[in-house]
């Protein structure tokens, strides 16, 4: 990320010589407005994610300068930056605001792209990552290693699990429809079904899920890294090992 910063800082700098920003923007709209959607997507890279959300915004601003309203793409990207933002300033009110954008993407998209069913499923992921960080907060916001594994203790929370669950299973069915069962994301899909079982006191419901996770992973050729803590695969099979543990513990089960 740092190294396709620098590349694009130069780019900007270069493209900026020829005229008055306004007029260049304007004029060339379409290089930069994807311009400023890379800036956005390298700055969320490093976590960085109110200057993305600003070079995101900027973006939306200039295409509807020249008379083109926001994509369903646009509204995915900002929805779900304004949810990480959101969910890191401990703010249930603007994550239900971000998830009301990227609802609008998913309608968008699918009466655009009607046949893209993995992007689809992508932002139906989006949308149930909104639900589920509701109810983490309704939970008070912090987990330990244990507790992230258990069924939810209220009401509220148990509420944003359901709304969460459904979003995941869409998600998953419409990966597994076309990736297939043992698809890298498919099993995605199926660890995000099964945690918010879990977090429904349905454990026994979620085996079949944590089992097909399992086999995705175990498929998987990429992600594990070299000695890199942040490589997906591992991360996930970390948790899914945790939640395989927890599960059988609250089943009782030694099969």
Request: proline share 3%.
């Amino acid at each position: 990320p740092d190294e396709a910063l620098r590349i694009l800082q130069e780019l900007e700098d270069a493209a900026r010589n020829f005229k008055e920003e306004e007029e260049v923007e304007e004029e060339f709209w379409q290089f930069w407005e994807t311009m400023y959607r890379n800036f956005g997507w390298s700055l969320s890279a490093m976590d960085r994610i109110d200057e993305a959300l600003a070079y995101i915004q900027k973006g939306i601003d200039l295409k509807e300068r020249v008379g083109q309203p926001p994509s369903w793409f646009d509204l995915w990207d900002l929805g779900r930056m304004k949810a990480a933002r959101a969910l890191k300033d401990d703010s249930p009110e603007n994550i239900v605001a971000a998830q009301a954008v990227v609802t609008k993407a998913l309608w968008l998209h699918r009466d655009q792209e009607h046949d893209d069913l993995v992007m689809r499923a992508k932002i139906w992921h989006s949308i149930g990552e909104c639900s589920f960080a509701l109810g983490f907060l309704a939970e008070g916001g912090k987990w330990s290693v244990d507790s992230g594994n258990r069924p939810a203790s209220n009401s509220q929370a148990k509420t944003h699990y359901k709304k969460a669950l459904k979003c995941f299973k869409e998600s998953h069915s419409l990966m597994r429809k076309t990736e297939g069962r043992y698809n890298a994301l498919t099993g995605v899909e199926a660890q995000a079904v099964s945690w918010s079982l879990i977090k429904l006191d349905q454990a026994e419901e979620s085996k079949p899920y944590i089992l097909d996770a399992a086999e995705a992973l175990a498929q998987q050729q990429s992600g594990w890294g070299d000695g890199d803590s942040q490589a997906p695969a591992l991360n996930q099979a970390v948790q899914l090992v945790d939640r395989i543990l927890e599960v059988y513990r609250e089943t009782a089960d030694r099969d």
